[in-house]
């Protein structure tokens, strides 16, 4: 680096920047990737070396720029020249044909060109970019004021510090673009299950993180969490005639624009844009609320006018409620397969997310205690994805003198064994192992393990009360002549089934392992004993002393596996498993390679990967996950917000990678 000369620096360093933000828009943009992350690092590691070396070289728009900067002592006030304005918002399709209906009237047009948009449940920002560069970037604020976040917005690598050239348009010196702020789902989820575990309360939901994100003062915040954008707006008069064309216009200054827009020419388009983002919401990588609909001729857009805050071309056509109160009626137990029994709240039925909700989950009688429910309460429900949606508080102020405490049951509702609360357990269980509801869920349970397509809980329950199974390995003993008899079963259905049953006769050791049902024994433990004994034999004749001794599996688990497999009703459900024709796989797993006998951690929130793609990663190297730091862990790769593990890792002495480290060492 020192041989160099400033002007030789000078071309390379232009050369880099280039170079960087073509990968940059291809990523973002294009959703394509040329070369690797870690090649990638490299190049923008080089790019900093030279920038140290020659420090008068630096510009505000280098790559290098985005690590945020010193914390600040406040926020500095900026005024919009143009007003950020809020949208009007409609809830249903008489309020949405009202909307067009004024607006088509006012137009004096015999139809509008409409654009649809979905509605990002995020944090709008307005970006100012001046000869180019990225210049402030402002919060909303009142709309006419907002605080320059500048410095956390230039961590977002989704936002370009440099927009492209368009050599088919001159621009204006300055350009200013409107856009929204978000955390995808996965990061969301990541970040909150790490949070969980090192003792932290969880984000509410992922725009709370986006908005507190970027107005911490400390810039590094924001540089920590995996935060992205998408631009919907282009303020700025480039001799566009349509939004459409403007969003064209956003994505080749190098934007990510709003996914899932679409032009629509009718009302009826609308609706039938409204329908499909509602069924496709919960599959979507971003968090949303509505869709936005905007008159598309930006000629008529603007000769519409504002009425107060709001566009009159514009409108927000919300989802139904995600969060709604209704009234606690009573409180059903369910038993589940380890005989662990959960409150389910049976409320008035209220809409929630587009269907009827009657069932709100309550988690244990912790849950119930620190929520403070009685039966009788009016309570808030939140549905962010689950399918049961759960009790997130309660308006006390609505509480009745009727409202009666929630008492637990001291008898199974099943079977009517008593109930007891295990020793440093949560849950109350039933004691009785052969209860009908414990039954059902073992088998459900072992179903789903096996991959056997068509067999549910109807179908099991069916099966169980008619006697024709019992326990899970009956399930391969079952004919298509038995089930020809029953309720909803036909020949052909019968046929079909038996043979799914037949196909999945073969199972990898650690799915059969999870299949077992073992008290604390999820995937991840159950590649942990498969990866370490290799065959079932060894797995089950394993000593309490040696199961504790495997990295990742502490006392707890290495007494529950100990004991269930020296458990006599084990040993036959062992042997008729055996009987009826199930073969085990004996676990196969990639020892040679650079990773090969050194056991990983993860910890904090990955930017570049997935938590599962890391762990594949690993893996694909000879390597192992564990879940817990120990003096055995070859390494703990931290990422944006570690928990506990890393504290442990430091009071231990163990290696603790930064994720550009884990890159690295991967390449």
Same mark, same amino acid.
């Given at each position: 680096?020192?041989?160099?000369?400033?002007?030789?620096?000078?071309e390379?360093?232009?050369?880099l920047?280039e170079?960087i933000?073509?990968?940059?828009?291809?990523?973002?943009?294009?959703?394509r990737?040329e070369?690797s992350?870690?090649?990638?690092?490299?190049?923008k590691?080089?790019?900093?070396k030279?920038?140290?070396t020659?420090p008068?070289l630096?510009?505000?728009?280098?790559?290098?720029q985005?690590?945020?900067?010193?914390?600040?002592?406040k926020?500095?006030?900026?005024?919009?020249?143009?007003?950020?304005l809020s949208?009007?918002?409609?809830?249903?399709?008489?309020?949405?044909?009202?909307w067009?209906?004024?607006?088509?009237?006012?137009?004096g047009k015999?139809a509008?060109?409409?654009?649809?948009?979905v509605?990002l449940?995020?944090?709008?920002?307005?970006?100012?970019?001046?000869d180019?560069?990225?210049h402030?970037?402002?919060t909303?604020?009142?709309?006419?004021?907002?605080e320059?976040?500048?410095?956390?917005?230039k961590?977002?690598d989704a936002?370009?510090?440099r927009l492209?050239v368009?050599?088919?348009?001159r621009?204006p010196a300055?350009i200013?673009?409107?856009g929204?702020?978000?955390?995808?789902?996965?990061?969301?989820?990541?970040?909150?299950?790490?949070r969980?575990?090192?003792g932290e309360e969880?984000?509410?939901?992922?725009r709370?993180?986006?908005?507190?994100?970027?107005?911490q003062?400390?810039?590094s915040?924001?540089a920590?969490r995996?935060?992205?954008?998408?631009?919907w707006?282009?303020?700025?008069?480039?001799g566009?005639?349509t939004?459409?064309?403007?969003?064209?216009?956003?994505?080749?200054?190098?934007?990510?624009v709003?996914p899932?827009?679409?032009?629509a *020419?009718? @009302?009826e388009? #609308? !609706?039938t844009?409204?329908q499909?983002l &509602?069924?496709? +919401?919960?599959?979507?990588?971003?968090?949303?609320?509505?869709?936005?609909?905007?008159?598309n001729?930006n000629?008529?857009y603007?000769?519409?006018?504002?009425?107060?805050?709001?566009?009159?071309?514009?409108?927000a056509?919300?989802?139904?409620?995600?969060?709604?109160?209704?009234?606690?009626?009573?409180?059903e137990w369910?038993?589940?397969?380890t005989?662990?029994? *959960?409150? @389910?709240?049976? #409320? !008035?039925p209220?809409?929630?997310?587009g &269907?009827?909700? +009657?069932h709100?989950?309550l988690?244990n009688?912790?849950e119930?205690e620190r929520?403070?429910l009685r039966i009788?309460?009016?309570v808030v429900?939140?549905?962010?994805g689950e399918i049961?949606p759960?009790?997130?508080r309660?308006?006390?102020d609505?509480?009745s003198?009727?409202?009666k405490r929630i008492?637990?049951?001291?008898h199974?509702p099943?079977?009517?064994?008593?109930?007891?609360?295990r020793?440093? !357990?949560?849950a109350?269980v039933?004691?009785?192992k052969?209860c009908?509801?414990?039954?059902?869920?073992?088998?459900?349970?072992?179903?789903?393990?096996?991959e056997?397509?068509?067999?549910?809980?109807?179908i099991?329950?069916?099966?169980?009360?008619?006697?024709?199974i019992?326990?899970a390995?009956?399930?391969?003993?079952?004919?298509?002549d038995?089930l020809?008899?029953?309720?909803?079963?036909?020949e052909?259905?019968s046929?079909?089934?038996?043979?799914e049953?037949?196909?999945?006769?073969h199972?990898?050791l650690?799915?059969?392992?999870v299949a077992l049902?073992?008290p604390?024994?999820?995937?991840?433990?159950?590649r942990d004993l498969s990866?370490?004994f290799?065959?079932?034999d060894?797995?089950?004749?394993?000593?309490?002393?040696?199961?504790?001794?495997?990295?990742?599996?502490?006392s707890i688990?290495?007494?529950?596996v100990?004991?269930?497999?020296?458990?006599p009703h084990?040993?036959?459900l062992?042997?008729a498993?055996?009987?009826?024709?199930?073969h085990?796989k004996?676990?196969e797993?990639?020892?040679?390679?650079?990773?090969?006998?050194?056991?990983?951690v993860?910890?904090?929130t990955?930017?570049?990967m997935?938590?599962?793609?890391?762990?594949?990663?690993?893996?694909?190297m000879?390597g192992?996950?564990?879940?817990?730091?120990?003096?055995?862990?070859?390494?703990?790769?931290?990422?944006?917000d570690?928990g506990?593990?890393l504290?442990?890792?430091?009071?231990?002495?163990?290696?603790?990678?930064?994720?550009?480290d884990f890159?690295r060492?991967?390449?």
């Amino acid at each position: 680096m020192s041989e160099i000369t400033k002007a030789q620096a000078r071309e390379r360093i232009e050369k880099l920047r280039e170079t960087i933000a073509h990968h940059r828009y291809l990523y973002h943009v294009l959703d394509r990737q040329e070369i690797s992350d870690a090649a990638l690092d490299s190049l923008k590691h080089e790019l900093y070396k030279l920038e140290q070396t020659f420090p008068d070289l630096l510009a505000p728009d280098s790559p290098t720029q985005r690590v945020g900067g010193e914390p600040l002592a406040k926020f500095e006030k900026v005024r919009h020249d143009a007003r950020m304005l809020s949208m009007e918002d409609v809830f249903s399709h008489e309020e949405f044909h009202a909307w067009y209906s004024r607006v088509l009237e006012r137009s004096g047009k015999p139809a509008l060109d409409l654009y649809c948009m979905v509605k990002l449940d995020g944090l709008a920002v307005s970006l100012i970019y001046r000869d180019g560069v990225l210049h402030k970037a402002a919060t909303r604020g009142d709309g006419n004021v907002g605080e320059d976040v500048t410095q956390n917005v230039k961590t977002i690598d989704a936002v370009p510090l440099r927009l492209r050239v368009l050599p088919h348009k001159r621009l204006p010196a300055e350009i200013v673009v409107r856009g929204e702020i978000y955390m995808p789902v996965a990061a969301f989820e990541r970040m909150n299950k790490e949070r969980v575990k090192g003792g932290e309360e969880p984000f509410a939901n992922p725009r709370n993180v986006a908005a507190g994100s970027i107005r911490q003062l400390d810039p590094s915040v924001a540089a920590r969490r995996p935060l992205d954008f998408y631009a919907w707006d282009l303020i700025t008069e480039v001799g566009a005639h349509t939004h459409e064309e403007e969003m064209g216009i956003l994505r080749e200054l190098g934007f990510k624009v709003t996914p899932e827009s679409a032009r629509a *020419t009718t @009302v009826e388009h #609308v !609706e039938t844009y409204w329908q499909k983002l &509602t069924k496709k +919401r919960a599959q979507l990588p971003f968090w949303i609320d509505g869709i936005v609909v905007r008159v598309n001729d930006n000629r008529v857009y603007a000769d519409l006018g504002v009425v107060g805050k709001t566009p009159r071309g514009l409108v927000a056509w919300k989802f139904p409620a995600e969060e709604v109160t209704t009234v606690v009626r009573e409180v059903e137990w369910f038993v589940g397969r380890t005989g662990a029994l *959960t409150p @389910v709240a049976v #409320v !008035e039925p209220t809409a929630l997310g587009g &269907t009827t909700v +009657r069932h709100a989950s309550l988690h244990n009688m912790d849950e119930i205690e620190r929520l403070g429910l009685r039966i009788g309460d009016t309570v808030v429900l939140i549905k962010a994805g689950e399918i049961i949606p759960k009790v997130l508080r309660v308006v006390e102020d609505l509480r009745s003198k009727d409202a009666k405490r929630i008492v637990p049951p001291t008898h199974c509702p099943i079977c009517g064994s008593p109930v007891q609360r295990r020793q440093g !357990e949560v849950a109350l269980v039933c004691a009785n192992k052969r209860c009908f509801a414990q039954e059902r869920e073992r088998l459900l349970h072992a179903a789903r393990a096996f991959e056997i397509d068509g067999l549910g809980e109807k179908i099991i329950e069916q099966l169980l009360s008619v006697g024709l199974i019992a326990t899970a390995p009956d399930i391969f003993a079952l004919s298509a002549d038995e089930l020809a008899g029953l309720e909803r079963f036909a020949e052909v259905s019968s046929k079909k089934l038996t043979e799914e049953i037949q196909r999945k006769k073969h199972i990898s050791l650690d799915r059969f392992v999870v299949a077992l049902g073992i008290p604390h024994v999820g995937e991840e433990t159950a590649r942990d004993l498969s990866r370490h004994f290799k065959t079932f034999d060894d797995l089950s004749h394993a000593s309490r002393e040696e199961l504790e001794a495997i990295p990742g599996i502490g006392s707890i688990v290495g007494q529950s596996v100990a004991e269930y497999f020296a458990d006599p009703h084990t040993k036959e459900l062992l042997d008729a498993y055996k009987k009826n024709g199930v073969h085990l796989k004996a676990f196969e797993s990639t020892r040679s390679g650079t990773f090969s006998g050194k056991a990983f951690v993860l910890t904090g929130t990955l930017e570049d990967m997935s938590r599962e793609e890391a762990k594949a990663r690993i893996r694909a190297m000879g390597g192992e996950v564990s879940e817990t730091v120990s003096k055995k862990t070859f390494a703990v790769v931290a990422g944006a917000d570690p928990g506990s593990k890393l504290a442990r890792a430091e009071k231990l002495g163990v290696r603790v990678l930064s994720e550009s480290d884990f890159l690295r060492m991967l390449s």
